[in-house]
């Protein structure tokens, strides 16, 4: 009785609406049988040729010849004293029945309530049981479809992504931990070799320098990157209005030397495209797409950047030449370290760079559509709102 449990709140509900409903239909009851009795009436009836008074009683109407008033005095009497007797009987005998039906209400309404909790309290205890290494378990209620099982449902849906996001969580930390171990192991190769050698000279020194800092370099850019992959993921703290164009304009003309190296054309069709979002993100984000596109080309190949508005969104289009690319395959390359290539152990990129394209989209509240091409490679296209069309937040 001391915890103010559901259960105990729906029993004194019950029994508070049943208590409220009987004293109302009490009340009606006592209202309605108070109205109903018969009164004395007192009226005139001809009689031949003079007039003879009435005294009409519930039992019936009497004659009287010089005793009407009497008689009208006794009939008030009898039926004052009849209907307050009714009335207290009606009363107490129904208040008496209100008290008891009111008590039994309150067990009934324990049991109705614990039968109506009954599935939550299944929810609650199976929720209990589950924990991170078993988030597989369901509750997979049946029954009707109703508000408990729909809270099921919702609970289920819920551990269903809970489990996706622990899985890809446990994949993502096997996979760093695995891109960070393969240069600190290359690194310590090195110099365990430079170090049992006899007879080290400056030049293989300087070569072993030269690995080890290279090694290091890539270290950097997978902290960097995966810095840049929470930081996207956590969302933004502030927006600015940004220069979609310009900033596009200005990562291209940062790899046209690379491009040129790899003998990839870049060609921009940039219009004007107005965001909201934050700088650094947003470079970086462009950076992303267009390295991408660059690395994963053909010889001879071709990058197309555009920019522009569309129906009040500010929208960069990445498209590149390149291998052939399954429909099936397209949502693998967002995850990450993934890569299309078997070998892991590959320098041309870390694996991170289209989904931490996908989680700066997903930051900016901005939509990202990617499809492969027939011909080989991918066109991509983000959409950015407008401070228009940006969403509101609580």
């Not at 009208?72 to 009714?86: I, S, V, Y």
């Not at 969302?235 to 940004?242: T, V």
């Amino acid at each position: 009785m001391t915890r103010r449990t559901v259960r105990w709140r729906l029993t004194f509900v019950y029994s508070g609406l049943f208590l409220l409903s009987g004293a109302a239909l009490l009340l009606i009851t006592y209202l309605l049988v108070a109205g109903g009795f018969p009164v004395v009436q007192l009226r005139d009836a001809p009689e031949g040729d003079g007039i003879m008074r009435i005294c009409a009683q519930p039992d019936g109407p009497v004659v009287t010849d010089g005793e009407f008033t009497a008689c009208a005095e006794r009939a008030r009497d009898l039926m004052a004293a009849q209907q307050a007797e009714t009335l207290r009987r009606l009363f107490l005998r129904s208040g008496a029945a209100l008290a008891i039906m009111t008590v039994a209400s309150v067990g009934l309404g324990w049991l109705v309530a614990g039968r109506v909790l009954r599935p939550l309290r299944t929810i609650t205890a199976t929720t209990r049981r589950i924990s991170a290494s078993d988030l597989h378990q369901r509750l997979a209620m049946t029954g009707q479809q109703d508000e408990m099982k729909e809270l099921g449902d919702t609970i289920d849906g819920l551990l269903a992504r809970l489990e996706a996001a622990f899985d890809a969580q446990r994949q993502f930390v096997s996979n760093a931990s695995h891109e960070l171990r393969t240069p600190l192991a290359r690194q310590r190769t090195l110099l365990e070799v430079a170090l049992a050698d006899p007879a080290p000279t400056a030049a293989s020194l300087r070569a072993v320098c030269r690995r080890a800092l290279a090694a290091g370099e890539q270290q950097e850019r997978l902290i960097e990157a995966l810095l840049t992959l929470a930081r996207g993921e956590r969302g933004l703290d502030r927006r600015e209005s940004l220069d979609l164009r310009a900033i596009t304009d200005a990562v291209v003309e940062a790899r046209r030397e690379e491009a040129s190296a790899r003998t990839v054309r870049v060609d921009t069709d940039l219009a004007p495209a107005t965001m909201r979002g934050d700088a650094r993100l947003t470079e970086r984000l462009v950076a992303n797409l267009v390295d991408n596109a660059i690395r994963h080309n053909r010889t001879g190949g071709t990058v197309e950047v555009a920019t522009g508005t569309s129906a009040g969104m500010a929208t960069l289009t990445v498209t590149n030449t390149g291998p052939v690319i399954a429909q099936e395959q397209l949502a693998h390359l967002f995850q990450p370290f993934a890569r299309l290539a078997p070998d892991r152990t590959t320098r041309d990129g870390l694996g991170l760079g289209l989904p931490i394209v996908t989680a700066i989209t997903t930051a900016h509240d901005a939509t990202l559509d990617a499809r492969p091409l027939p011909t080989g490679g991918l066109a991509i296209t983000v959409r950015c709102p407008t401070l228009a069309f940006l969403p509101t937040r609580e």
